[in-house]
């Protein structure tokens, strides 16, 4: 299999040990994962000490799952591919040391492969994926982009939240209604019961012509209606409904946007967020009216998952691109910094040290 670049991915950048291997010719041959929210979820947000900890005691038992339900033995790798960052520095130095010495014991190249850009193109693994270039729509907890896709490593940020990230909006809000973490999927579902037109909260930024974001001030008008209605038992998903239904329509009116000033024709959704049913139904809404098309992971590949850090790692391999002869993790990765990079990454560094920056 080495000659068809069979590539391993290892995913450890926040609260989920994720573990896939991609194959050249046979597309993605297996893939796991292991969720920490119950661990995280008594303390309504991720703990970075308890997320360290708990990859270091999943990821080899998740690399042996799936090696062994994709039938691949090491000899079949030629590649690890490893989050290198964005991330909490500890978790990614988690899968960062592992990846790369475990490359380096097998005698194989390894690759840090950028957090965001593993989500900007885990799309791409779904039937009747785009091509570059796209406008791309990446919504986390940790990130609100609209970036313009030129190629695989050249990314232009068009717009990005001025303040909180949409899905830590999200969890906000939903620890206010005391929802369970993580708060999205929660929101979600008791947007459902909630009265469309009981509240209408502010759109944030709309009335500006940047494409940027602002999502603080929405969660505080959420606390504030809550704190109006005293015990009101049907206020919770009237909120929960106001709340979501502002925020769809901010990121589907920036998409709109991003769109027609830039002319490109297809978006990519990324990101947690992405799951959400009520976005997706308005961005299918929305891309059909503007004649473009909308292209979503499938919900697993929305989440941080091991199948997008393995075939992001795999363009790169491709690419040419190696990996220095250092275990490296960078939490603070601005996504502009890999212009270049395709071009730049064939020289290897031969020394052993250990790089956290």
């Known amino acids: 299999m080495r000659n068809s670049h069979c590539v391993i991915g290892i995913e450890t950048s926040c609260d989920e ?7 050249g010719e046979r597309g993605l041959l297996g893939h796991a994962l292991h969720s920490q929210v119950a661990l995280h979820a008594i303390y309504g947000g991720v703990v970075p000490e308890i997320a360290s900890r708990d990859h270091i005691r999943h990821v080899l038992p998740l690399v042996r799952q799936v090696m062994r339900e994709s039938d691949v033995v090491t000899k079949d790798l030629s590649c690890v591919a490893y989050t290198a960052g964005p991330g909490l520095l500890g978790a990614l130095l988690v899968g960062a040391a592992f990846g790369r010495s475990f490359a380096f014991g097998l005698g194989i190249p390894a690759i840090g492969v950028h957090h965001m850009e593993g989500h900007l193109v885990a799309a791409l693994l779904e039937p009747n994926a785009p091509s570059f270039p796209f406008l791309a729509l990446l919504v986390s907890g940790g990130h609100t982009l609209l970036v313009h896709a030129k190629a695989m490593g050249q990314y232009q940020i068009l717009g990005e939240s001025l303040d909180d990230a949409v899905g830590e909006a999200f969890d906000k809000t939903a620890k206010l209604l005391g929802l369970q973490y993580p708060g999205g999927p929660e929101i979600s579902k008791l947007a459902e019961k909630g009265n469309p037109d009981r509240f209408h909260f502010p759109r944030p930024m709309l009335d500006r012509p940047t494409l940027d974001f602002s ?17 009101d038992p049907a206020a919770r998903a009237d909120i929960a409904r106001a709340f979501q239904d502002a925020v769809v329509d901010v990121l589907s009116s920036k998409c709109k946007r991003a769109l027609r000033e830039t002319g490109l024709k297809h978006l990519v959704v990324a990101g947690g967020v992405g799951a959400n049913q009520a976005l997706r139904a308005r961005l299918h809404e929305l891309t059909l009216q503007e004649g473009s098309t909308v292209h979503f992971p499938r919900p ?3 989440v941080d998952n091991g199948a997008m850090i393995a075939y992001a790692g795999w363009l790169r391999f491709c690419a040419g691109e190696r990996a220095p002869l250092v275990i490296q993790a960078t939490p603070r990765w601005p996504i502009e910094l890999l212009n270049g990079s395709l071009v730049d990454a064939k020289v290897e560094a031969s020394d052993g040290t250990i790089n956290a920056h």
């Open 17 to 23: 040990t994720a573990v896939a291997i991609y194959h």
């Open 300 to 302: 697993t590949f929305c």
């Open 215 to 231: 999502f603080s001030g929405l969660k505080t008008h959420a606390i504030t209606t809550f704190r109006s209605v005293g015990n």
